[in-house]
């Protein structure tokens, strides 16, 4: 006997970023799945598929924002219930990985977290991870299996090619970041610079922005990077900028985590305009000034999509979206 199996993509959503998920859908044109996700009296979880997933592939979306740890165990419990559900496959589609910055040791006795959490992703049932704009790329080695790194690159600089990128010069806020700021800064046909930085020893949360290296002054300058939590790093860059005669300073960044102080600091900055990317929810009860969000969503859906058909991902960005 012959059995010819049929394929079936079935979307979930954690609760951390309902609102991502459903513009996936939309984007993908399915429908999101009930997977019925209640508490307990004492706050444990609980997780039941409302229909048959046996032999399909699942796609659990879940940014790991806060209360980050809660949204990392639903997911893994998710993960959990699909994988005893007999799933054929199940994707940890994670916009914001979570623990992303501990990818190592930077001092004695530390843990090396974002470790940890592949390896629970791992143990959880996860048989492929797609995630955005990963701190490092390395993290990348901390799976034994598929890992697909998008990158929110091809909407920023959609948005950027509308605002005169003839005037502008892209700008790291660090030396870890040149990279990506030169592929930015090629796209656009823009000059580059970037800002060295001091973290102080034992201070966390805590940047000096020392020497601007490039030509700013007189130019529009737009800062990329990856996250802006407490916006130090960002803000002591702009503020660095505006001291070596940039006329304008730019923000841009795929994750807007934006902890205390992020919202004063950026408020009192000389950053004009502040872009970032809807990997995470953005509390709407306090709004951050100059903000402007631009959306993922058909990325994320394009890559589900080539996952699903077992079509290439990396030739969604042309390759630009490996490290």
């Known amino acids: 006997m012959e059995v010819v199996p049929k394929r079936r993509l079935v979307l979930y959503s954690g609760r951390s970023h309902p609102e991502l998920a459903h513009e996936v859908a939309d984007c993908l044109g399915v429908e999101i799945g009930e997977a019925h996700l209640t508490e307990f009296a004492d706050g444990q979880l609980h997780c039941r598929y409302d229909d048959s997933i046996r032999g399909s592939d699942v796609f659990i979306v879940q940014s790991h924002c806060r209360p980050v740890n809660d949204s990392i165990m639903e997911q893994l419990i998710m993960i959990d219930a699909a994988k005893r ?5 199940i994707i940890a ?5 979570g623990y992303s910055r501990q990818d190592r040791k930077s001092a004695g006795r530390e843990p090396i977290t974002a470790k940890l959490l592949a390896d629970l992703l791992t143990a959880a049932g996860a048989t492929r991870v797609v995630s955005i704009d990963l701190h490092s790329g390395q993290i990348q080695g901390f799976f034994n299996f598929p890992v697909d790194h998008l990158t929110a690159a091809p909407v920023l600089i959609t948005y950027l090619m509308a605002q005169n990128p003839e005037e502008m010069v892209v700008v790291s806020p660090d030396a870890g970041r ?8 090629q796209a656009l046909g823009a000059d580059l610079a970037f800002v060295h930085k001091r973290r102080p020893k034992d201070q966390k949360n805590t940047v000096e922005a020392l020497e601007v290296i490039g030509s700013v002054a007189g130019r529009r300058c737009v800062i990329i990077d990856d996250m802006i939590d407490t916006a130090g790093t960002i803000c002591a860059a702009a503020a660095r900028l505006v001291e070596s005669g940039a006329t304008e300073v730019w923000a841009m960044a795929t994750h807007a985590v934006l902890s205390d102080p992020a919202r004063e600091r950026l408020a009192a900055s000389p950053i004009a305009r502040l872009v970032v990317t809807n990997t995470l929810p953005i509390d709407s009860d306090r709004p951050v000034a100059k903000l402007e969000v631009l959306s993922v969503a058909p990325i994320i859906a394009e890559a589900i999509d080539a996952v699903f058909t077992d079509s290439s991902v990396s030739e969604i960005f042309g390759g630009q979206n490996l490290s």
């Open 85 to 89: 559900a007999s799933a054929h496959q």
């Open 93 to 97: 589609v994670c916009p914001y990985y």
């Open 178 to 185: 040149v990279k990506v700021a030169e592929r930015f800064a």
